[in-house]
């Protein structure tokens, strides 16, 4: 069992930057290959960026590259996504989730992770 309690999301401007948190209990994150997903009504949830367990894998969607960055903090259990330069169409409920039977790289599909936080506001107003 793993239990996932984001936090950080809330109002920015354009060009501003947020740090979400995922905090991990129950697993080990070094265990873990772990994705950041959003969602903005009515489309679908989308992976945003995901990180493999051994951390040698990593992965952006392309409307994040070189703004959003994901790392890891191994004694306090934490997964970051670090958002910079913040869009308004960056404005979304953002989920982290986890992979518990991780392989080498980093899962792409909703349907592989079997755990996931409750998801946490982040708008982006221009």
């Known amino acids: 069992q793993v239990q996932l309690v984001e936090s950080g999301g809330g109002l920015v401007q354009a060009g501003g930057s947020l740090r979400l948190s995922c905090a991990a209990s129950g697993r080990p994150i070094r265990s873990l290959a772990m994705g950041w997903f959003r969602q903005a009504p009515p489309k679908e949830r989308e992976l945003v960026g995901g990180l493999s367990h051994s951390g040698g894998n990593t992965y952006y969607a392309d409307s994040v590259k070189g703004r959003f960055t994901i790392s890891r903090d191994f004694a306090k259990n934490t997964v970051y996504l670090q958002m910079n330069s913040l869009k308004p169409e960056d404005t979304a409920v953002y989920y982290c989730?986890?992979?518990?039977?991780?392989?080498?790289?980093?899962?792409?599909?909703?349907?592989?992770?079997?755990?996931w936080g409750q998801g946490t506001q982040v708008t982006v107003s221009s």
């Open positions: 989730a986890a992979d518990t039977f991780p392989g080498v790289g980093v899962p792409k599909t909703v349907g592989v992770y079997d755990y």
